[in-house]
């Protein structure tokens, strides 16, 4: 007669199984954070490079005699993203088309400006404009939010832009008005307000530190 010594199989204890989940849910979090921290660097050095493209169009759009009485008031909020769109697409009208003179469009100073709607699909690279919900169009930086534009402290006699209601330009009282500008450059400052979306880009602290801007800031 054989007698058959059956082994017993250990299996995992309740404790091991947690131990292998909580390695496992660390190193998932680990792997996170390096991701997100990778896609964040690029965000930015895409967006500092569209800034420099955005601020050669417009030093260009500045520097022709003819646009003189076109360049806006713009003071870092809402509004001023629309400006900054106007001015490099030439649509003072802001139907989303450049404008014309006699049959003539008018030139476009950022050529790279290509049109994106967000319900037609995949986000596409490059400088991308779009229609807001309030009806205004803006240049987007790589968080699908606008740049935004602040007239330089050493511009004056320029008009200030219409202010938006719902889908319609609604004018101010001092709509024709010449301003001063209030940037911290001479000329202008073009800024994104980071990841975060926070801030006014009048500084690089608090809620600044993320904003990419043509600014430089002193730095002690």
């Given at each position: ?17 947690l131990v292998v989940v909580a390695i496992l849910a660390a190193l998932a979090a ?98 991308l404009f779009t229609k807001t919900a309030a009806g205004q169009y803006v240049i ?81």
């Open positions: 007669m054989k007698i058959r010594i059956r082994s017993a199989k250990k299996g995992f204890t309740l404790i091991e199984i680990i792997a996170w954070t390096a991701y997100d921290s990778i896609m964040g660097d690029k965000e930015s050095k895409t967006a500092q490079m569209q800034i420099e493209k955005l601020a050669a169009s417009m030093n260009d759009f500045m520097s022709n005699a003819e646009n003189h009485d076109k360049i806006l008031y713009g003071d870092g909020d809402e509004n001023s993203a629309t400006a900054l769109y106007q001015m490099l697409y030439s649509d003072f009208d802001g139907d989303g088309q450049t404008d014309s003179v006699k049959g003539v469009a008018l030139p476009v100073s950022c050529k790279e400006l290509t049109y994106y709607d967000p319900s037609a699909g995949e986000r596409p690279e490059g400088l987007l930086d790589p968080w699908d939010r606008p740049y935004r534009y602040r007239l330089g402290y050493g511009k004056k006699g320029v008009r200030a832009i219409a202010g938006a209601k719902g889908s319609k330009m609604k004018r101010g009282k001092d709509v024709d008005k010449p301003r001063k500008g209030r940037g911290m450059n001479v000329d202008f400052d073009i800024f994104s307000l980071g990841e975060d979306g926070l801030g006014d880009g009048l500084n690089n602290k608090g809620e600044n530190e993320d904003n990419i801007s043509n600014i430089k800031f002193l730095t002690k």
